[in-house]
């Protein structure tokens, strides 16, 4: 009798670097020559190579095609695949054509839901992660990636939200952000801390955001600051207080610490303004050491330009 055979193949696996075929499943039916019906379908489990597949696939047609020709039938069954025989054995049958499928579990009990109910869920759901991004986006002028940091944890984007109310009309979004997805969750990784822990309260990280926004310190100094806040949740403003950590803002005394630096380098100043710009860096240095950091950096850089021209 001549037939053909039609073969559908299944294959959840994963292929990588190093990695083999794990399990596949072959679905394997004949039919006559000419015929437009295929006959039963017999499935074989767990084929795991390319080689083996191949060998099931000719010896279960095979053996399709010699039970039609010796009048049989062919049952529908599960089967597997013996390497070493090179040949398929029963494993299990299959009879109705449900099994190949889910199907309703009879013992369950019809669910009725009230509109009342279904509004109330409504009324009650939290603000989804999408919608808060784009809250986050047109409301705090973040960017797409900024937003997508801060709604991936709902208690991340909490603390946000709370330092922006804490920081007061003048706000600066972006330097908000930088501190708690850069240095705060430093600390929280090394510490191996969830955000709920942190040593630092939302109260006390707008206060620092607010002391270099309005220039009372740098963003140097606000690094060290940070490291005392973490001993205790310790309020900034007193430490700046406590420990003299003011930056320098009076632009007469700035501008009398650069003509000291630059009266006592001035073969560099010569240098720098013969083409050598570079040196202005020498010069915001020695400007940010002789004030012991404390300078505000704009105000160097801006004296500094008018000085050297």
């Known amino acids: 009798m001549s037939s053909a055979s039609t073969v559908s193949i299944s294959i959840p696996l994963f292929i990588g670097p190093g990695c083999i075929i794990n399990a596949s499943d072959v679905n394997v039916s ?27 696939i000719e010896y279960e047609a095979n053996r399709q095609v010699d039970l039609i020709e010796e009048g049989k039938s062919i049952d529908q069954e599960t089967r597997l695949f013996d390497t070493k025989k090179n040949e398929t054995r029963s494993m299990r049958s299959k009879e109705d054509a449900h099994d190949y499928r889910y199907f309703p579990d009879p013992d369950l009990l019809p669910l009725e839901v009230s509109d009342e109910f279904v509004k109330e869920l409504k009324n009650n759901i939290p603000e989804l992660p999408d919608d808060k991004k784009k809250r986050f986006i047109e409301e705090f002028k973040l960017s797409p990636y900024e937003a997508t940091i801060l709604v991936s944890d709902i208690d991340t984007a909490k603390y946000f939200e709370e330092v922006v109310a804490k920081m007061g009309k003048n706000k600066d979004m972006k330097l908000a952000v930088n501190w708690i997805t850069g240095e705060l969750f430093a600390v929280l990784n090394n510490k ?76 560099k100043a010569i240098e720098y303004k013969q083409g050598k710009e570079k040196l202005f860096g020498f010069f915001v240095g020695q400007a940010m050491k002789a004030s012991g950091g404390k300078a505000n950096p704009q105000l160097i850089n801006e004296i500094l330009k008018k000085k050297l021209q």
């Open 192 to 267: 191996n801390l969830e955000i709920s822990q942190s040593p630092v309260s939302a109260k006390n990280l707008a206060i620092l955001v607010n002391l270099i926004k309005n220039g009372t310190i740098s963003g140097k100094i606000a690094k060290t600051v940070f490291e005392l806040m973490l001993d205790g949740d310790k309020d900034p403003q007193k430490i700046v207080e406590e420990k003299g950590l003011k930056q320098q803002s009076d632009p007469k005394a700035i501008e009398a610490l650069i003509d000291k630096i630059i009266n006592d380098n001035r073969e």
């Open 30 to 56: 004949v039919r006559a020559k000419g015929s437009k019906e295929y006959g039963t379908r017999c499935e074989i489990k767990n084929v795991n190579s390319i080689k083996f597949m191949q060998m099931a």
